[in-house]
């Protein structure tokens, strides 16, 4: 049964009564019930981090997520999509401290860890929740009251499994490393947790004085705060260097400097001329002997032979002075060279970033602060060749975007490099959207992957399962029972910090008590483990083995260094395979000016905002039509508002179509394509085909996950086949009235109906709210549009001749619309006539769609001619496949049309305005001068029975409920309208 939709799309509205009757009917409940036996598919979702309201990057992400699920469910799979949400790690810490007005760990100490912990578990579920209502508003489906949590016991329990897994197979263990280092949150970070932007450092060259005094190594840093760490000078042993005189008129010394970079040297300290003494390679400069920039007291080094000599190393680049201070407790380059020649790192930096007691000419100082008085140092010492300052990228820790700096810290890594080998080979096997997301972007990630640092030193994370003795014995908890033998153990105790560590072993190798590692696990190895452990396996085996890995997993560009790349590293330590068969990769989205969004800049766009404003629908379908999938989006506010304008077309599409099949009792299920196949006109045939072909480009477009594809053949196919041609053809048909014309109009509701069904299927996975609102309204017969098959293309409907004739016949009428603007005729104004000289496929064209090209180019006469010479004092325009000869002569009878037609369009205005239903008689007064009075009464029958009026009286004095004067062409006409009985 067809229900006639409301007048006006309002979104908002709308979408909040659909999602009211999904929850009333249950519909996402019993749709997945109907798929229940269907093909078992593992979705996989990447959990976001509980930290506030969604933003529009994550509402990309659960769209297209939402946009496949709902598609993979109409195909008949039984998907399991249960939602995720990462809550541990310093994304919340740095909320609650923000919160509870703390600055350091030392303060999180002193009102207590436990205070600390418990604050962050009620913040992270307080925003799971609120978060989990946007996403509702947003109209996604997912299992809400199900998702797998980070900070439950079960899914702790599965990454100490994988940790345990790690060690079992020689994996993990302790290390003392140069690793990235956040001073205000004080704990190490992975390269996935670094964001990069310009900064302003120090640019300063600095002497090294040989020890036989014969000249200065001459080396270039930004972080001066690292020269009292120097152990060594690095050389390119390949690259050419010199011993260098350089002169002034009132000075002159001798440096070493790489020989390319000599003048450059040479002006950097104010020298006029520069001489070569000496060449020698940088192998030939190996074991010089310097005299550092700092005495550091010899109970706080352990020196080597190599300690204060010029070393080699591939990596010194040719610029600056071509010598590299090297540091080995601040550089992860540095430490490697270090490691080489046996230079134990000198690090007298604490976790705040402070100068320690072991270099007490800056203790308690900031290193960053301290760059001022190691400069003055330098300059007082004689040692500053050049002080400048630089612009360049530089880290920064992504939750506080405090600067990083490198320190050598004892963490806990998985050494990545030995499977690397497995995980390459698992990324060719992975299917990959776009293909070179793998083929490039993974694979190179993954051929560069060092040691992955999983231990962090905060709080609020999953605790590292590690418990070690003073004589170097460790103990690895793999899974919850294994908690049980040890000391201070409680049934059912929270596993977090500070609880778990007060849980303690006896040695079996010495038996002394173990203690457990305090730090935390990166934040990046809880989500890796998501494929096991939101079915807390191996503990809990039922769902996993059920399920299985991740056949799909959605995420954006940025994942590539981190979640595809954390599970890809679990998925080979605990199972030998990638824990995912297939990875989308999106883009991000950006502000209008392709900026990233952030609060400090003040260019966040809110999504609630425009969903308030213009519904979820249009957000859902602009973000998707703007760009291909995986590139990213600069945001335009005007973007949502366009993409309304598509759904609001077919809407009035609907509007229409439910209004007259409504009045006219149109029963879909009473009439079949065979049925009504021998009252098709052409035009229906036409639009038989364009809905087969754009049921097979969308389709293909959600196969390839090019949705951008998807939503602009949508698009495409509402606004120009459905909306300005179609429906512009059937308008007349359907108002009709009587028997000879019943199977003609059947013909064209069915095709209508047929295309506005198969536009809301097509539409209900991007854009599910209107499509079931349509669905419901035009004889749905499912509880859900959703519990739907997809649709299914018939290629036999295809009409390729048809579709070339209905091409060209619209190029005709633009051409003839873009005439009439010229010579400024009016366009519901006839023609008198056209001349047509065309190819064979035009007039094939023409003559198939001679009565549609006459009403819609509003024509009265057509006429073939084979040469120009057969029109007289008419010019002709060229269009694609022939000429076309314009008669814009305004005879008598054509003057009464147009006036006619002009009269008609402000009667349904009018009628609109005072929200009359289609079927309502009026009565009509209208005041005019004689002439045009004249005119009118040539139509009147034809305008009565087209404004429904049982009367139309023309009068001087009009009257009536609604009484209006109009100008038409310069000539007042006043018209009024009122109601008449039925």
């Known amino acids: 049964m067809i229900k006639q939709v409301r007048a006006n799309y309002d979104a908002p509205v709308i979408e909040k009564e659909i999602q009211s009757y999904w929850n009333s009917t249950k519909a996402y409940e019993k749709t997945k019930e109907l798929r229940s036996k269907g093909e078992k598919f593992h979705f996989l979702d990447g959990p976001p981090y509980t930290t506030g309201a969604i933003h529009l990057g994550t509402a990309m992400n659960k769209t297209l997520k939402d946009i496949m699920i709902r598609y993979l469910r109409m195909n008949g799979y039984n998907v399991r999509d249960q939602p995720g949400f990462d809550m541990h790690g310093l994304p919340i810490e740095v909320q609650v401290e923000k919160k509870i007005g703390v600055h350091s760990k030392k303060e999180i100490e002193e009102i207590g860890i436990d205070k600390f912990v418990d604050t962050c578990k009620k913040f992270a579920v307080e925003l799971r929740e609120s978060m989990t209502d946007q996403f509702k508003q947003l109209g996604v489906w997912m299992d809400w009251d199900n998702p797998y949590q980070t900070i439950k016991l079960d899914y702790i329990e599965s990454a100490w499994w994988t940790v345990s897994k790690a060690y079992e197979k020689g994996l993990l263990g302790p290390s003392s490393k140069v690793i990235t280092w956040c001073p205000r949150c004080e704990t190490a970070l992975a390269e996935a947790e670094i964001e990069y932007w310009d900064e302003t450092d120090p640019s300063v060259i600095v002497r090294f004085p040989l020890k036989d005094g014969s000249a200065s190594l001459v080396i270039w840093t930004t972080t001066p705060w690292t020269l009292p760490s120097n152990m060594a000078v690095a050389a390119h042993p390949k690259e050419e260097y010199a011993k260098v005189k350089l002169t002034s008129d009132k000075k002159e010394e001798t440096v070493i400097c790489m020989l390319s970079q000599a003048e450059y040297v040479a002006k950097k300290g104010g020298y006029d ?153 698992e990324t060719e096997r992975v299917k990959w959207v776009p293909e070179w997301a793998g083929e490039s972007r993974e694979k190179n990630w993954v051929e560069g992957a060092r040691e992955w640092c999983i231990s962090r030193q905060r709080y609020w994370g999953i605790p590292i399962p590690v418990w070690e003795c003073k004589c170097g014995e460790m103990h690895v908890v793999g899974q919850y029972k294994d908690l049980r033998g040890g000391i201070g153990y409680k049934e059912g105790m929270d596993t977090h910090r500070p609880w778990i560590d007060e849980v303690t072993f006896e040695c079996k190798k010495c038996g002394s008590v173990m203690h457990r590692v305090k730090d935390v696990l990166d934040v990046w190895f809880d989500s890796g483990v998501a494929a096991w452990a939101q079915f807390g396996y191996p503990a809990k085996k039922e769902g996993f083995e059920k399920w299985g890995f991740g056949k799909f997993i959605i995420e954006a560009h940025d994942q590539t260094r981190g979640w595809f790349y954390t599970q890809l590293a679990s998925g080979v330590v605990s199972f030998g395979r990638a824990p995912y068969d297939e990875v989308m990769m999106h883009g991000w989205v950006l502000d209008p000016k392709g900026q990233k969004m952030s609060k400090s800049k003040g260019n966040v766009i809110e999504p609630l905002e425009i969903i308030n404003e213009l519904g979820a629908d249009s957000l859902r379908l602009y973000l998707i039509k703007a760009n291909a999938p995986w590139e990213d989006t600069a945001f335009q506010k005007d973007g949502p508002k366009n993409a309304r304008k598509i759904l609001n077309t077919y809407w009035n599409v609907v509007n229409f179509a439910s209004t007259y099949m409504n009045i006219d009792n149109y029963e879909p299920s009473a009439h079949t394509l065979e ?65 000879d014309s019943y199977d003609d109009k059947m013909a064209s509701y069915f095709v209508l109906h047929y295309a506005i069904m198969n536009t809301a299927l097509l539409l209900a996975p991007l854009t599910p709210h209107i499509a079931e609102e349509i669905y419901q309204h035009m004889g749905g017969k499912k509880q859900s549009i959703h519990m739907e098959d997809w649709v299914k293309c018939d290629e036999s409907l295809f009409d390729d001749g048809l579709e070339r004739s209905t091409y060209l016949i619209q190029n005709v009428i633009e051409v003839i619309a873009a005439e009439r603007a010229k010579m400024g005729s009016k366009l519901r104004w006839p023609l008198k006539q056209i001349f047509i000289k065309g190819e064979k496929d035009v007039n094939k064209a023409i003559s198939v769609f001679e009565e549609v090209l006459m009403q819609q180019g509003n024509i009265k006469k057509i006429k073939y001619v084979r040469s120009d010479s057969e029109v007289k004092d008419l010019e002709g325009v060229e269009f694609d496949g022939g000429k076309i000869f314009i008669d814009f002569d305004v005879t008598p009878e054509i003057e009464a049309e147009g006036y006619a037609r002009e009269l008609i369009r402000r009667i349904q205005q009018m009628r609109k305005d005072m929200k009359l239903n289609v079927e ?29 009026a049982k009367k139309l009286v023309f009068t001087d004095s009009p009257g009536g409920d609604e009484i209006k004067t109009w100008d038409v062409t310069g000539k007042d006409i006043v018209i009024g309208i009122s109601s008449a009985e039925q």
């Not at 352990?302 to 080995?328: C, I, M, Q």
Request: with cysteine; glycine share 6%; proline share 4%.
């Open 675 to 739: 049925s009504v196949s021998k009252n098709l006109r052409n035009e229906d045939k036409w639009m038989l085909s364009r809905t087969e072909k754009v049921k097979k480009a969308v389709t293909l477009g959600l196969e390839s996950r090019e949705l951008h594809k998807v939503a602009r053949a949508l698009e495409d196919y509402i606004m120009e086949d459905l909306s300005r041609w179609y429906v512009r053809l059937v308008r007349d048909r359907s108002w009709s009235e009587g028997s």
């Open 273 to 425: 001329k520069f001489d070569v003494i000496k060449k020698m390679s940088g192998k030939q400069l190996e074991g010089l002997e310097y005299i550092p920039p700092f005495f550091i007291d010899e109970k706080h080094l352990k020196r080597s032979k190599w300690t204060f000599k010029v070393l080699n190393a591939d990596y010194v680049e040719k610029n600056n002075t071509g010598l590299v201070h090297t540091a080995p407790g601040f550089g992860p380059d540095d430490y490697e060279t270090g490691k080489k020649y046996s230079i134990e790192p000198f690090c007298p930096v604490g976790e705040s970033g402070r100068f320690t007691e072991e270099f007490p000419l800056m203790a308690d100082k900031k290193v960053k602060t301290a760059n001022e008085d190691i400069l003055k140092y330098l300059a007082n010492k004689g040692l500053l060749f050049n002080s400048d300052k630089t612009k360049h990228r530089y880290g920064h820790c992504w939750r506080c975007k405090t600067p990083i700096i490198y320190r050598n810290t004892r963490q806990w890594f998985i050494e990545v490099p030995e499977i690397k080998e497995k995980m390459l080979e």
């Open 920 to 948: 309502q008689y009026i009565n009509c007064d209208v005041s005019a001068e004689p002439y045009l009075v004249g005119l009118f009464n040539t139509w009147a029958d034809h305008i009565s029975s087209e404004v429904r």
